[in-house]
């Protein structure tokens, strides 16, 4: 019997046009659906829409439409958009569907019945854009974050909220919060922190990555409050009726997080008993808590168990800004698949950043990605035997040392693939196999397939192109999951059905020729393709006007680790002897925390392949939070004494540009190993 695997996406807002966001987490839950599809696992793949709520209820007024008209419309954008992209799900699950409805009503009544759910009179700051209430000192800090007040004085603040002095605002959107008072049903969730606790503990995975769950567990010191989870009909009548209060609808969150288990139809059900819990809910570390706090919490409530594992993962952003409608920054996926294709743009949004960790998209990165792994790399290994595609492959039989090597490569890089697929670590699972694909193009090089052909040596060309073929077979079946048209087709040309995991070099029958073909991927010019992206390329650009550098004294005892100072004037020219004796290094960094001292300082762990990483301080925490740092690739001085700066030492300095106000760190732009030296 198969073991069966369910995977889920969240369910996106209905209301939500799309973008590489949304497309990011489902093309990872589709990657990973058909990775364990491929290894014969019975799988699952849940996604789907969230489609009650307020901001539906007022977007379908706005169009003249109804808001079950405007859902049957919007919802189709998220369908289009998973076809466009390849993704295989086996359901889609609306939460305007009578099946998830039903479900949902049922878990509330039960609640009702078992006395988990009780009316209380509400008091509290209310914000239409989030959907829920807010605390005094939240909807404070929020507003003093939008006068740009520095620092916050949280009893000042809340003391002027409650006089009418200050505007209390949503921490989410920025808008306006209203004061509320109203009936509402609440659930008992305060009674499960212990619960809560003892589950996290018990089952470590249950959360990931680790300090996602570290996040939880912080959560989880304060006292835990109950949750509403109705809203008065007569304000908000887009939503599931509660079964015991027809005149309350239920809150969305706690609608929206019953899907992954209606969509299995009723509980006890076939589908429930083979599929829950679900081994894994994909998420974005924005809806984290959701998932963990309350959802864990209502499934204990229900007598149901929790998810085996929620793993969150970071934010795309554009140039270090949340992407949203109302800054105009979104980046629509269909626009990638346009330019890239379908293959390039999953590969690309799983290749670029470590899963788990936000990044920054650039569409140079992405055409260099495209360039590099895609057209030199992959591509490149296909093509470049193209003219012997009507030469059989040989008989399987001992392997002389050059195609033992490449075996080896191979099943190191297939073993490392694995390793990193089964903890969700997409990039670091292509990075793996990419080692195949180089250590093949270095065979194609040292085996020299054309002074082969040209001494008329078949019986080693033979050879040659099974060991190739092979690799290309091997490449392929690891690669399928993230590039399916592309692995789809260099298995076709290999006269094979579809991916084949087994990593041997006798796979192929004897005698078997292969199909010729086009390129897979062909290189993309920067400057054409960062227009048809929609990016103007920098070179044409306006010129921007340089203000002119005011001087300006460094404190005297400041030490210069990185601090955003203005450098003392360098000399016009200085020897290449001069420059040696700086010793600069990528290192790529392992942690990032505030400095105990210094608000504009970071205290980094760096990796510059060293047996130890080096503990560095950088003035840099007013442009990057410790969480944006991590996994990053730096540049740093490694001969640099070491300093104290506030009390903290510093083994090295990080380099970055700007003038007084540091605006980026320096990274290059391919993921050189640590340690590399930079001249
Ligand atoms: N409807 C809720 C989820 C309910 S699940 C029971 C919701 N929807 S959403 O459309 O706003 O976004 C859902 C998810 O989209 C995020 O959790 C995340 O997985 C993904 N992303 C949205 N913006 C993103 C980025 N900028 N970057 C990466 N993923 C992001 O929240």
């Known amino acids: 019997m198969p073991v069966p695997y369910y995977i889920t996406t969240p369910i996106y807002y209905v209301n939500d046009v799309p973008h590489i966001g949304h497309a990011y987490t489902t093309i990872a839950a589709d990657v990973a659906a058909r990775w364990q599809r491929l290894n014969g696992r019975d799988v699952r793949f849940l996604t789907g829409t969230d489609e009650h709520g307020q901001k539906v209820m007022r977007a379908a007024a706005k169009l003249g439409r109804t808001s079950q008209e405007h859902v049957d419309i919007t919802h189709e954008r998220f369908k289009t958009l998973w076809t466009r992209l390849g993704i295989q799900y086996d359901d889609f699950i609306r939460t305007t569907e009578p ?7 049922g878990f509330l009544q039960q609640l009702w019945e078992k006395g988990e759910i009780y009316p209380k009179d509400y008091a509290g700051w209310y914000s239409t854009s989030a959907e829920r209430f807010w605390s005094d000192e939240e909807v404070a800090e929020a507003a003093w974050k939008a006068l740009k007040s520095p620092a916050f004085p949280a009893e000042e603040a809340v003391a002027k909220l409650k006089a009418g002095e200050l505007v209390g605002r949503c921490p989410d959107s920025g808008q306006a919060v209203e004061w509320i008072t109203e009936r509402n049903y609440f659930f008992r969730m305060s009674a499960y922190q212990e619960r809560l606790l003892a589950h996290i503990e018990a089952n470590p995975r249950c959360i990931q990555p680790e300090n996602r769950k570290n996040e939880v567990l912080g959560f989880l010191k304060k006292p835990l409050e109950d949750l509403c989870i109705s809203r008065p009909a007569a304000r908000l009548p887009w ?3 509660l079964p015991f ?23 006890g059900g076939e589908l429930h008993r083979r599929y829950w819990p679900a081994d894994v809910h994909l998420v974005g570390k924005d809806i984290l808590t959701f998932h963990t706090v309350y959802w864990f919490s209502m499934l204990m409530a229900l007598g149901l168990q929790p998810p085996k594992q929620v793993y969150a993962h970071g934010w795309w952003t554009i140039k270090r800004e949340k992407m949203s409608k109302s800054l105009g920054n979104v980046i629509d996926p269909l626009k990638l698949v346009d330019v890239f294709g379908v293959d390039a743009t999953r590969y690309f949004l799983l290749r670029e950043i470590p899963f788990g960790y936000d990044g920054d998209y650039s569409p140079d990165a992405a055409i260099l990605r495209f360039n590099s792994d895609l057209v030199n790399d992959f591509s490149n290994l296909v093509h470049r035997i193209v003219k012997w595609a009507g030469t059989p492959v040989g008989e399987a039989g ?12 191979a099943e190191r890089a297939t073993a490392g693939f694995r390793a990193q697929m089964e903890t969700l670590q997409f990039r670091d699972a292509l990075e793996a196999l990419w080692e195949l694909v180089r250590a093949g193009n270095k065979y194609v090089d040292t085996a020299a397939p054309w002074a082969l052909a ?6 080693r060309l033979a050879q040659v192109l099974r060991a190739l073929r092979e690799v290309q077979r091997i490449v392929a079946s690891y690669l399928h999951p993230f590039c399916p048209t592309a692995c789809g087709e260099v298995l076709a040309r290999l006269g094979l059905a579809g991916p084949d995991l087994r990593v041997a070099f006798d796979v192929l029958p004897a005698g078997a020729t292969a199909r010729a073909g086009d390129p897979l991927f062909m290189r993309l010019d920067i400057e054409p393709t960062l227009v048809a992206l929609g990016a103007a390329p920098a070179a044409l650009a306006a010129p921007a006007e340089a203000p002119a550098p005011k001087s300006k004294t460094p404190p005297a005892k400041e030490a210069p680790v990185s601090e955003p100072v203005a450098a003392p004037a360098a000399p016009a020219n200085i020897t290449y002897d001069d420059f040696a004796k700086i010793a600069l290094r990528i290192g790529v960094v392992l942690s990032a925390e505030k400095h105990p001292n210094a608000d504009r300082l970071l205290v980094l762990k760096v990796d510059v392949g060293e047996p130890e990483p080096r503990q560095i301080v ?3 925490a007013k442009v990057y939070a410790p969480e944006d740092l991590v996994g990053r690739r730096i540049t740093v001085v490694t001969n640099l004494a070491p300093a104290k700066l506030r009390g903290v030492e510093s083994q090295g300095m990080l380099l970055a540009a ?7 760190i320096l990274s290059p732009i391919h993921d050189v190993p640590a340690g590399s030296i930079v001249k």
Request: hydrophobic share 45%; no cysteine.
């Open 658 to 664: 700007g003038g007084s106000d540091i605006a980026s």
């Open 245 to 267: 209060a027809e005149d309350y609808v239920t809150y969305v969150w706690f609608d929206a997080l019953s899907n992954y288990v209606s969509a299995l139809g009723p509980v």
């Open 454 to 459: 040209k001494n008329g040596d078949t019986a």
């Open 239 to 241: 939503g599931i009726p």
């Open 99 to 105: 099946r998830h409805q039903e479900v949902v009503r």
């Open 398 to 409: 001992p392997l002389p040392e050059l195609d033992a090597e490449l075996l080896v490569v």
């Open 618 to 620: 950088a003035g840099i």
